[in-house]
């Protein structure tokens, strides 16, 4: 059986048009642990300028930014959804994003695959990107 992967903004013409248009980015499980990838690749993505919000269950600050507990609780505009989280979590996290209005981009990391999921935030009008490294993607479009 082949693997489903939607390829809809999986080209490097339009992950460059998505990080040239966001400047908050969500991080959904971002660690405080400063080993963990979640938290290596959010702190690059600051340092490239872009805006961190850490969603965690725990904590009050991570990198410097104030944690939420959630999607709902973010009280500002989100551009994009970075996902640290276990492929089942996605189903929720798409309903979040569409009930949420603002997120123009649902991005699951490398090894995050959920295709229902992919499928309920692109019509909702969100551009998905998933089984990517947001950091690598960045670091290997813009060269730094």
Known sequence: MECE???INSNPKEI???????????VLGLSPDASKDSHMVAKYLKEAGYTIIPVY????????????????????AVDMVN???????????ADACVKREDVKV????????NNEA???????GMKVVQNHCSMIEYRELFKC
């Not at 939420?68 to 009280?75: C, Q, V």
């Open 118 to 124: 992919s499928k309920k935030a692109e019509k909702a």
């Open 57 to 76: 269950p725990k904590e009050d600050e991570i990198l410097g930014e104030k944690v939420y507990r959630s999607l709902a609780e973010i009280p500002f």
């Open 83 to 93: 996902i640290f989280r276990k492929p089942a979590a996605l189903d929720a996290i």
């Open 16 to 26: 460059k048009a998505i990080f040239d248009s966001v400047k908050t980015i969500a």
């Open 5 to 7: 992967f939607p390829t």
């Open 106 to 113: 649902f991005w699951s990391q490398k090894g995050i695959v």
